[in-house]
């Protein structure tokens, strides 16, 4: 089955920084989504992206679906920030979701 | 417009025993899928319900079943209960169209602790 990873597992901020989060993918996507969980768990919509750019705020998506990657960047991260970043796609069979192992951000004040 | 609600938010089980979760899907959305996520972990494809019919399912054993209703709410059923089935479980919601399962977004519900000792 297809294979996500993303990059880097862990991420360490100083309040007012910026960072950029990866998703690779091993093969062709339909439909590819960003989530933030938040400490009770629940997933958290932030981008809808099967390609292209899009921002809400100070987060912003890009997706480059013919090389298979996704980013996130998050501008002057606040503490509110913290949590667990994953990615998730779809293939054209259906609508399950494959997640990657997800990127745990840690803003500080 | 009405979210994904899950019930209960949290659950104790002992190993042996069976459990039923519970999952109302967005209002105007006809598909459910549910996931189990461990800790640490990303969340892993369990089985995904459309028009009252099991649309794919994931590695996990029959002891995992699922109903859809009408309404498209849905259940989960784990049945012999075995410790490593502590996790969150998530129940997504989307809107498949008429011509069968296409890229759509989903949208989870806060999820159910099960804890079995």
């Known amino acids: 089955g297809i294979q996500v990873e993303q990059s880097p597992p862990d991420l360490i901020l100083q309040e007012g920084a910026n960072s950029t989060l990866r998703c690779n993918f091993s093969?062709?996507?339909?439909?590819l989504q960003w989530f933030h969980q938040n400490p009770w768990g629940q997933l958290i919509n932030l981008f809808y992206?099967?390609?292209g750019t899009k921002q809400n705020g100070r987060l912003s998506a890009t997706t480059v679906a013919t090389e298979r990657y996704s980013l996130l960047y998050i501008s002057s991260s606040q503490t509110t920030d913290s949590g667990v970043y994953f990615c998730?796609?779809?293939?054209?069979?259906?609508?399950?979701?494959?997640f990657g192992g997800g990127t745990r951000v840690l803003v500080k004040p | 417009e009405t979210g994904v609600t899950q019930s209960p938010t949290h659950l104790i089980k002992t190993r042996g025993q069976q459990v039923t979760l519970r999952c109302s899907s967005q209002?105007?959305?006809?598909?459910v899928s549910w996931y189990q996520q461990a800790l640490g972990q990303g969340p892993q494809f369990i089985f995904q319900?459309?028009?009252?019919?099991?649309?794919g399912r994931g590695n996990f054993p029959p002891r995992f079943s699922g109903l859809q209703f009408p309404n498209y709410s849905s259940e989960l059923n784990v049945n012999a209960l075995e410790l490593d089935d502590s996790a969150l479980y998530l129940c997504?919601?989307?809107?498949?169209?008429?011509?069968?399962?296409?890229?759509?977004?989903?949208?989870f519900g806060q999820g159910t602790r099960l804890t079995v000792v």
């Open positions: 998730a796609v779809t293939q054209a069979a259906g609508n399950k979701l494959t």
């Open positions: 997504a919601s989307s809107k498949l169209g008429q011509g069968g399962p296409s890229g759509t977004e989903a949208f």
């Open positions: 992206i099967p390609s």
């Open positions: 319900y459309y028009r009252e019919e099991e649309n």
């Open positions: 209002s105007g959305h006809n598909t």
């Open positions: 093969d062709s996507v339909n439909n």
